[in-house]
Protein backbone atom coordinates (compact mmCIF):
# COMPACT_ATOMS: atom_id res chain seq x y z
CA UNK A 1 0.00 0.00 0.00
CA UNK A 2 1.65 3.25 -0.99
CA UNK A 3 -0.30 5.47 1.40
CA UNK A 4 0.96 2.95 4.64
CA UNK A 5 2.86 5.03 7.37
CA UNK A 6 6.30 3.94 7.21
CA UNK A 7 7.61 3.32 10.49
CA UNK A 8 11.27 3.21 12.41
CA UNK A 9 11.93 0.49 14.77
CA UNK A 10 14.14 0.65 17.83
CA UNK A 11 16.67 -1.70 18.69
CA UNK A 12 19.88 -3.26 17.87
CA UNK A 13 20.48 -4.74 14.60
CA UNK A 14 19.75 -8.15 15.99
CA UNK A 15 16.23 -7.00 17.63
CA UNK A 16 15.13 -6.02 14.55
CA UNK A 17 15.55 -9.00 11.95
CA UNK A 18 14.09 -10.98 14.91
CA UNK A 19 10.91 -9.06 14.76
CA UNK A 20 11.01 -8.95 11.32
CA UNK A 21 11.43 -12.72 10.13
CA UNK A 22 8.50 -12.82 13.60
CA UNK A 23 6.44 -11.10 11.09
CA UNK A 24 7.19 -12.94 8.04
CA UNK A 25 6.40 -16.04 9.78
CA UNK A 26 3.15 -14.86 11.13
CA UNK A 27 2.18 -13.75 7.55
CA UNK A 28 2.64 -16.96 6.40
CA UNK A 29 0.89 -18.78 9.06
CA UNK A 30 -2.10 -16.32 8.78
CA UNK A 31 -2.24 -17.07 4.91
CA UNK A 32 -2.19 -20.89 5.61
CA UNK A 33 -5.07 -20.38 8.57
CA UNK A 34 -7.04 -17.98 6.29
CA UNK A 35 -7.13 -20.37 3.16
CA UNK A 36 -8.31 -23.55 5.98
CA UNK A 37 -10.74 -21.85 7.18
CA UNK A 38 -12.02 -20.41 4.29
CA UNK A 39 -16.12 -21.38 3.42
CA UNK A 40 -16.70 -23.81 1.21
CA UNK A 41 -18.49 -22.45 -2.15
CA UNK A 42 -21.81 -24.81 -2.73
CA UNK A 43 -23.31 -24.61 -5.67
CA UNK A 44 -26.83 -26.07 -6.86
CA UNK A 45 -28.16 -25.67 -10.59
CA UNK A 46 -32.13 -25.43 -10.39
CA UNK A 47 -34.45 -27.09 -13.41
CA UNK A 48 -34.42 -23.58 -15.16
CA UNK A 49 -30.92 -23.18 -15.24
CA UNK A 50 -30.33 -20.86 -12.48
CA UNK A 51 -27.12 -21.10 -10.64
CA UNK A 52 -27.43 -20.97 -6.92
CA UNK A 53 -24.36 -20.33 -5.24
CA UNK A 54 -23.48 -19.69 -1.42
CA UNK A 55 -20.75 -19.70 0.92
CA UNK A 56 -21.81 -19.94 4.82
CA UNK A 57 -20.19 -18.01 7.77
CA UNK A 58 -21.44 -17.32 11.21
CA UNK A 59 -21.72 -14.01 10.49
CA UNK A 60 -25.48 -12.16 11.47
CA UNK A 61 -25.73 -9.96 8.07
CA UNK A 62 -25.26 -11.14 4.54
CA UNK A 63 -25.12 -10.36 1.41
CA UNK A 64 -27.03 -11.63 -1.44
CA UNK A 65 -27.42 -10.70 -5.31
CA UNK A 66 -27.99 -11.70 -8.82
CA UNK A 67 -25.24 -11.47 -11.65
CA UNK A 68 -26.55 -11.77 -15.09
CA UNK A 69 -24.86 -12.13 -18.17
CA UNK A 70 -25.34 -8.62 -19.72
CA UNK A 71 -23.47 -5.97 -20.23
CA UNK A 72 -21.92 -3.91 -22.97
CA UNK A 73 -20.49 -6.55 -24.79
CA UNK A 74 -23.72 -7.99 -25.59
CA UNK A 75 -24.79 -4.56 -27.19
CA UNK A 76 -23.85 -3.35 -30.73
CA UNK A 77 -23.49 -0.17 -32.17
CA UNK A 78 -27.05 0.73 -32.73
CA UNK A 79 -28.58 -0.24 -28.36
CA UNK A 80 -24.74 0.11 -26.86
CA UNK A 81 -25.96 1.97 -23.56
CA UNK A 82 -28.88 -0.42 -22.87
CA UNK A 83 -27.91 -2.79 -20.66
CA UNK A 84 -26.36 0.28 -18.02
CA UNK A 85 -30.01 2.14 -19.20
CA UNK A 86 -32.08 -1.34 -18.10
CA UNK A 87 -30.21 -1.38 -14.50
CA UNK A 88 -30.81 2.07 -13.88
CA UNK A 89 -34.53 1.37 -14.49
CA UNK A 90 -35.08 -1.74 -12.47
CA UNK A 91 -35.77 -0.20 -9.08
CA UNK A 92 -38.27 2.45 -10.60
CA UNK A 93 -41.61 0.17 -9.80
CA UNK A 94 -42.37 -2.81 -10.53
CA UNK A 95 -45.90 -4.41 -10.90
CA UNK A 96 -46.76 -4.84 -7.43
CA UNK A 97 -44.68 -2.29 -6.01
CA UNK A 98 -43.93 1.84 -6.65
CA UNK A 99 -40.67 2.96 -6.13
CA UNK A 100 -41.33 4.86 -3.11
CA UNK A 101 -43.37 1.63 -2.14
CA UNK A 102 -40.01 -0.32 -2.57
CA UNK A 103 -37.48 1.91 -0.89
CA UNK A 104 -39.70 2.35 2.15
CA UNK A 105 -39.53 -1.67 2.57
CA UNK A 106 -35.49 -2.01 1.59
CA UNK A 107 -35.11 0.89 4.38
CA UNK A 108 -37.19 -0.96 7.14
CA UNK A 109 -35.43 -4.03 7.07
CA UNK A 110 -31.92 -1.89 7.62
CA UNK A 111 -31.13 -2.89 4.18
CA UNK A 112 -28.70 -1.41 1.28
CA UNK A 113 -30.01 -2.18 -2.40
CA UNK A 114 -27.21 -1.32 -5.32
CA UNK A 115 -26.89 -2.50 -8.70
CA UNK A 116 -23.91 -2.27 -11.52
CA UNK A 117 -23.32 -2.60 -15.18
CA UNK A 118 -19.77 -3.80 -16.19
CA UNK A 119 -18.76 -5.27 -19.63
CA UNK A 120 -19.87 -8.39 -19.50
CA UNK A 121 -22.09 -8.35 -16.20
CA UNK A 122 -25.35 -6.60 -14.27
CA UNK A 123 -25.36 -7.37 -10.80
CA UNK A 124 -28.42 -6.21 -8.48
CA UNK A 125 -27.59 -7.24 -4.80
CA UNK A 126 -28.83 -6.66 -1.21
CA UNK A 127 -26.86 -6.42 2.30
CA UNK A 128 -29.29 -7.17 5.24
CA UNK A 129 -29.46 -9.18 8.41
CA UNK A 130 -29.03 -12.90 8.01
CA UNK A 131 -32.50 -13.27 9.02
CA UNK A 132 -34.65 -11.10 6.65
CA UNK A 133 -32.96 -13.71 3.89
CA UNK A 134 -36.24 -14.54 2.61
CA UNK A 135 -37.28 -10.98 2.40
CA UNK A 136 -34.60 -9.94 0.35
CA UNK A 137 -34.39 -13.01 -2.01
CA UNK A 138 -38.29 -11.74 -2.83
CA UNK A 139 -37.52 -8.34 -3.63
CA UNK A 140 -34.33 -9.57 -5.80
CA UNK A 141 -36.94 -11.88 -7.47
CA UNK A 142 -39.91 -9.23 -7.73
CA UNK A 143 -37.69 -6.14 -9.52
CA UNK A 144 -35.89 -8.37 -11.77
CA UNK A 145 -38.77 -10.20 -13.53
CA UNK A 146 -41.37 -7.63 -13.11
CA UNK A 147 -40.07 -4.39 -13.47
CA UNK A 148 -42.62 -1.92 -14.81
CA UNK A 149 -39.93 0.22 -17.50
CA UNK A 150 -43.00 2.25 -17.48
CA UNK A 151 -42.52 4.71 -20.07
CA UNK A 152 -42.65 8.42 -17.50
CA UNK A 153 -39.71 6.86 -15.75
CA UNK A 154 -37.72 6.12 -18.67
CA UNK A 155 -37.70 9.74 -19.59
CA UNK A 156 -36.83 10.77 -16.14
CA UNK A 157 -34.36 8.08 -15.99
CA UNK A 158 -32.93 9.04 -19.27
CA UNK A 159 -32.21 12.81 -17.85
CA UNK A 160 -30.57 11.07 -14.92
CA UNK A 161 -27.95 9.14 -17.06
CA UNK A 162 -27.22 12.21 -18.97
CA UNK A 163 -26.30 14.57 -16.15
CA UNK A 164 -24.32 11.32 -14.69
CA UNK A 165 -22.27 10.65 -18.18
CA UNK A 166 -21.40 14.71 -18.21
CA UNK A 167 -19.91 13.97 -14.75
CA UNK A 168 -17.86 11.11 -16.08
CA UNK A 169 -16.58 12.80 -18.47
CA UNK A 170 -14.57 14.57 -15.81
CA UNK A 171 -13.17 11.72 -14.37
CA UNK A 172 -10.14 11.50 -16.64
CA UNK A 173 -8.87 8.15 -15.15
CA UNK A 174 -12.61 6.39 -16.56
CA UNK A 175 -12.24 8.25 -19.55
CA UNK A 176 -8.62 6.78 -20.76
CA UNK A 177 -9.60 3.43 -19.82
CA UNK A 178 -12.55 3.78 -21.90
CA UNK A 179 -10.09 5.04 -25.18
CA UNK A 180 -7.94 2.07 -23.81
CA UNK A 181 -10.59 -0.81 -24.48
CA UNK A 182 -11.91 1.27 -27.59
CA UNK A 183 -8.21 1.22 -29.09
CA UNK A 184 -7.00 -2.41 -27.87
CA UNK A 185 -10.74 -4.27 -29.03
CA UNK A 186 -11.54 -1.65 -31.81
CA UNK A 187 -13.63 -3.44 -33.97
CA UNK A 188 -15.53 -6.00 -31.29
CA UNK A 189 -17.92 -5.26 -28.82
CA UNK A 190 -15.63 -5.21 -25.73
CA UNK A 191 -14.73 -1.50 -26.93
CA UNK A 192 -18.04 -0.55 -26.30
CA UNK A 193 -18.65 2.67 -23.53
CA UNK A 194 -20.34 0.69 -20.57
CA UNK A 195 -22.62 3.92 -21.02
CA UNK A 196 -22.99 4.31 -24.28
CA UNK A 197 -22.80 7.32 -26.86
CA UNK A 198 -24.94 10.25 -26.29
CA UNK A 199 -27.19 10.10 -28.97
CA UNK A 200 -27.59 6.27 -28.07
CA UNK A 201 -29.03 7.37 -24.43
CA UNK A 202 -30.90 10.14 -26.43
CA UNK A 203 -32.98 7.59 -28.61
CA UNK A 204 -33.26 4.81 -26.53
CA UNK A 205 -36.82 3.50 -25.23
CA UNK A 206 -38.83 0.85 -23.52
CA UNK A 207 -39.22 -0.90 -26.53
CA UNK A 208 -35.28 -1.30 -26.59
CA UNK A 209 -35.20 -1.85 -22.73
CA UNK A 210 -37.93 -4.96 -23.12
CA UNK A 211 -36.05 -6.61 -25.77
CA UNK A 212 -33.07 -6.62 -24.01
CA UNK A 213 -34.39 -7.64 -20.77
CA UNK A 214 -36.33 -10.51 -22.42
CA UNK A 215 -33.49 -11.57 -25.06
CA UNK A 216 -30.88 -11.67 -21.86
CA UNK A 217 -32.73 -12.06 -18.30
CA UNK A 218 -33.16 -15.72 -18.81
CA UNK A 219 -32.44 -18.00 -15.95
CA UNK A 220 -29.25 -19.90 -17.62
CA UNK A 221 -27.43 -16.53 -18.10
CA UNK A 222 -27.73 -15.62 -14.18
CA UNK A 223 -26.65 -16.95 -10.79
CA UNK A 224 -28.26 -16.13 -7.28
CA UNK A 225 -24.95 -15.72 -5.10
CA UNK A 226 -25.03 -15.35 -1.18
CA UNK A 227 -22.39 -15.13 1.56
CA UNK A 228 -22.34 -14.53 5.63
CA UNK A 229 -24.88 -15.60 7.39
CA UNK A 230 -27.12 -17.93 5.19
CA UNK A 231 -27.79 -21.39 4.77
CA UNK A 232 -27.51 -23.17 1.06
CA UNK A 233 -30.66 -25.42 1.54
CA UNK A 234 -32.63 -22.40 3.06
CA UNK A 235 -31.20 -20.35 -0.50
CA UNK A 236 -32.07 -22.86 -2.83
CA UNK A 237 -35.99 -22.94 -1.62
CA UNK A 238 -36.34 -19.17 -1.83
CA UNK A 239 -34.63 -19.26 -5.31
CA UNK A 240 -37.11 -22.04 -6.47
CA UNK A 241 -40.34 -20.28 -4.95
CA UNK A 242 -38.93 -16.63 -6.35
CA UNK A 243 -37.20 -17.34 -9.74
CA UNK A 244 -39.11 -20.29 -10.60
CA UNK A 245 -40.76 -17.93 -13.55
CA UNK A 246 -37.78 -17.00 -14.72
CA UNK A 247 -37.93 -17.43 -18.49
CA UNK A 248 -35.16 -20.20 -19.68
CA UNK A 249 -36.15 -20.53 -23.61
CA UNK A 250 -35.07 -18.50 -26.67
CA UNK A 251 -36.89 -17.72 -29.57
CA UNK A 252 -35.88 -19.95 -32.52
CA UNK A 253 -32.95 -21.41 -30.33
CA UNK A 254 -31.25 -17.64 -30.29
CA UNK A 255 -29.26 -18.14 -27.16
CA UNK A 256 -26.82 -14.70 -27.30
CA UNK A 257 -22.91 -15.56 -27.43
CA UNK A 258 -20.09 -13.36 -26.90
CA UNK A 259 -18.50 -12.14 -30.09
CA UNK A 260 -14.77 -13.13 -30.12
CA UNK A 261 -12.23 -10.57 -29.38
CA UNK A 262 -9.33 -9.41 -31.05
CA UNK A 263 -6.45 -7.22 -29.40
CA UNK A 264 -5.10 -4.31 -31.87
CA UNK A 265 -2.19 -3.04 -30.86
CA UNK A 266 -2.55 0.82 -31.30
CA UNK A 267 -2.66 4.27 -29.74
CA UNK A 268 -5.28 6.78 -29.14
CA UNK A 269 -3.92 10.36 -28.32
CA UNK A 270 -6.30 13.18 -27.16
CA UNK A 271 -4.83 16.16 -27.03
CA UNK A 272 -5.43 19.11 -24.61
CA UNK A 273 -2.92 21.86 -23.31
CA UNK A 274 -5.36 23.43 -20.99
CA UNK A 275 -5.26 19.73 -18.86
CA UNK A 276 -2.43 20.80 -16.09
CA UNK A 277 -1.57 16.81 -16.59
CA UNK A 278 -1.80 13.88 -18.91
CA UNK A 279 -3.41 10.48 -18.26
CA UNK A 280 -1.76 7.67 -19.70
CA UNK A 281 -2.36 4.15 -20.14
CA UNK A 282 -0.67 1.34 -21.53
CA UNK A 283 -1.04 -2.18 -21.85
CA UNK A 284 -0.62 -5.56 -23.25
CA UNK A 285 -3.25 -8.42 -24.31
CA UNK A 286 -3.33 -10.40 -20.76
CA UNK A 287 -5.28 -13.64 -19.90
CA UNK A 288 -9.10 -14.38 -19.25
CA UNK A 289 -10.35 -15.38 -15.43
CA UNK A 290 -9.83 -19.35 -16.12
CA UNK A 291 -6.35 -18.98 -17.52
CA UNK A 292 -3.36 -19.92 -15.67
CA UNK A 293 -1.32 -17.10 -16.55
CA UNK A 294 -3.30 -15.27 -14.24
CA UNK A 295 -1.59 -15.96 -11.02
CA UNK A 296 2.05 -14.72 -13.04
CA UNK A 297 0.33 -12.05 -14.39
CA UNK A 298 -1.05 -10.83 -10.86
CA UNK A 299 2.54 -11.24 -9.05
CA UNK A 300 4.13 -9.17 -12.32
CA UNK A 301 1.55 -6.47 -11.85
CA UNK A 302 2.59 -6.34 -8.00
CA UNK A 303 6.33 -6.14 -9.20
CA UNK A 304 5.44 -3.06 -10.97
CA UNK A 305 3.83 -1.87 -8.13
CA UNK A 306 2.05 1.60 -7.54
CA UNK A 307 2.86 4.82 -6.53
CA UNK A 308 1.93 8.38 -5.36
CA UNK A 309 3.62 11.28 -4.15
CA UNK A 310 0.75 12.18 -2.23
CA UNK A 311 1.50 9.26 -0.06
CA UNK A 312 5.02 10.09 0.70
CA UNK A 313 7.16 6.73 1.08
CA UNK A 314 10.64 8.71 0.59
CA UNK A 315 13.13 7.23 -2.22
CA UNK A 316 13.25 3.52 -0.78
CA UNK A 317 9.92 1.90 -1.72
CA UNK A 318 10.15 -1.84 -2.93
CA UNK A 319 9.02 -1.03 -6.91
CA UNK A 320 12.11 -0.09 -8.27
CA UNK A 321 10.02 2.14 -11.13
CA UNK A 322 8.28 3.99 -7.73
CA UNK A 323 12.14 4.78 -6.36
CA UNK A 324 13.05 5.53 -9.96
CA UNK A 325 9.78 8.56 -10.04
CA UNK A 326 10.69 9.74 -6.86
CA UNK A 327 14.12 10.46 -7.34
CA UNK A 328 13.57 12.32 -10.69
CA UNK A 329 9.94 13.85 -9.85
CA UNK A 330 8.73 11.81 -13.38
CA UNK A 331 5.15 11.67 -12.46
CA UNK A 332 2.18 12.28 -9.75
CA UNK A 333 1.20 8.84 -9.37
CA UNK A 334 1.22 5.14 -11.38
CA UNK A 335 -0.73 2.45 -10.89
CA UNK A 336 -0.20 -1.22 -12.71
CA UNK A 337 -3.34 -2.98 -13.13
CA UNK A 338 -4.22 -6.72 -14.52
CA UNK A 339 -7.46 -6.59 -15.69
CA UNK A 340 -9.30 -10.10 -17.02
CA UNK A 341 -12.72 -11.09 -19.04
CA UNK A 342 -13.93 -14.36 -19.45
CA UNK A 343 -12.03 -14.46 -22.84
CA UNK A 344 -8.72 -12.34 -22.74
CA UNK A 345 -7.46 -9.62 -20.31
CA UNK A 346 -5.00 -6.68 -20.55
CA UNK A 347 -1.83 -6.04 -18.51
CA UNK A 348 -0.77 -2.46 -17.96
CA UNK A 349 -0.10 0.45 -16.28
CA UNK A 350 -2.22 3.97 -15.47
CA UNK A 351 -0.01 7.12 -15.02
CA UNK A 352 -0.55 10.76 -14.21
CA UNK A 353 2.44 12.63 -15.52
CA UNK A 354 3.21 16.65 -16.25
CA UNK A 355 3.64 17.18 -20.63
CA UNK A 356 7.23 17.62 -19.69
CA UNK A 357 8.48 14.09 -18.16
CA UNK A 358 6.08 11.85 -20.35
CA UNK A 359 8.80 10.57 -22.68
CA UNK A 360 11.06 9.55 -19.93
CA UNK A 361 8.20 8.01 -17.40
CA UNK A 362 7.50 5.78 -20.57
CA UNK A 363 11.00 4.95 -21.23
CA UNK A 364 11.69 4.06 -17.66
CA UNK A 365 8.38 1.83 -17.48
CA UNK A 366 9.15 -0.16 -20.81
CA UNK A 367 12.87 -0.57 -19.25
CA UNK A 368 11.17 -2.20 -15.98
CA UNK A 369 8.76 -4.34 -18.20
CA UNK A 370 11.77 -5.39 -19.99
CA UNK A 371 13.40 -6.59 -16.77
CA UNK A 372 10.79 -8.81 -15.80
CA UNK A 373 11.62 -10.81 -18.50
CA UNK A 374 15.60 -10.03 -18.01
CA UNK A 375 17.03 -9.56 -14.71
CA UNK A 376 14.30 -9.48 -12.07
CA UNK A 377 15.71 -11.87 -9.05
CA UNK A 378 14.34 -14.65 -7.27
CA UNK A 379 14.09 -12.22 -4.00
CA UNK A 380 12.22 -9.97 -5.62
CA UNK A 381 9.40 -12.51 -7.26
CA UNK A 382 9.23 -13.70 -3.74
CA UNK A 383 8.43 -10.09 -2.33
CA UNK A 384 5.67 -9.65 -4.94
CA UNK A 385 4.07 -13.11 -3.86
CA UNK A 386 4.02 -12.18 -0.25
CA UNK A 387 2.46 -8.53 -0.96
CA UNK A 388 0.08 -10.78 -3.25
CA UNK A 389 -1.17 -13.17 -0.42
CA UNK A 390 -1.43 -9.90 1.78
CA UNK A 391 -3.75 -8.31 -0.29
CA UNK A 392 -5.33 -11.24 -0.79
CA UNK A 393 -5.90 -11.88 2.82
CA UNK A 394 -7.06 -8.36 3.48
CA UNK A 395 -9.95 -9.37 1.07
CA UNK A 396 -10.65 -12.74 3.03
CA UNK A 397 -10.87 -11.06 5.50
CA UNK A 398 -14.04 -9.05 4.46
CA UNK A 399 -15.49 -11.27 2.80
CA UNK A 400 -19.15 -12.39 4.49
CA UNK A 401 -21.14 -9.76 5.44
CA UNK A 402 -19.24 -6.68 3.48
CA UNK A 403 -19.06 -7.74 0.21
CA UNK A 404 -19.95 -10.95 -1.99
CA UNK A 405 -16.70 -12.80 -2.66
CA UNK A 406 -16.18 -12.61 -6.55
CA UNK A 407 -14.65 -16.62 -6.22
CA UNK A 408 -18.34 -17.68 -5.52
CA UNK A 409 -19.18 -16.00 -9.14
CA UNK A 410 -16.20 -17.93 -10.80
CA UNK A 411 -17.04 -21.00 -9.19
CA UNK A 412 -20.59 -20.56 -10.47
Not at 140 to 148: C, F, M, Y
Not at 153 to 168: A, D, H, K, S
Not at 382 to 391: F, G, I, Q, V
Request: charged share 20%.
Amino acid sequence: DPCRPRQVEAGSGSDVMRRRVHTVLLVAVSYAQTTLNFPETRITTLENGLRVASEETDHPTCTVGVWIDAGSRYENQKNNGVSNFLEHMIFKGTKTRSQSALEQEVESLGAHLNAYTSRENTAFYMKSLSKDLPKVVEILGDVIQNSALADSEVERERQVILQEMQELEGSLEDVVFDYLHATAFQGTPLGHTIVGPTENVKHLGRKDLAEFKNTHYKAPRMVLAASGGINHDELVSLAKKEFSGLPFKYEADAVPLLTPCRFTGSQILVRDDDLPLAHIVMAVEGARWSDPDTIPLMIASTLIGNWDRTCGGGSNPTSNLARISFENQLCHSFQSFNMCYSDTGLWGIHMVCEGMTIEDMLHFTQAEWMSLCTSVTESKVNRAKRTLKTNLIRQLEVRGPSSLPSTILADA
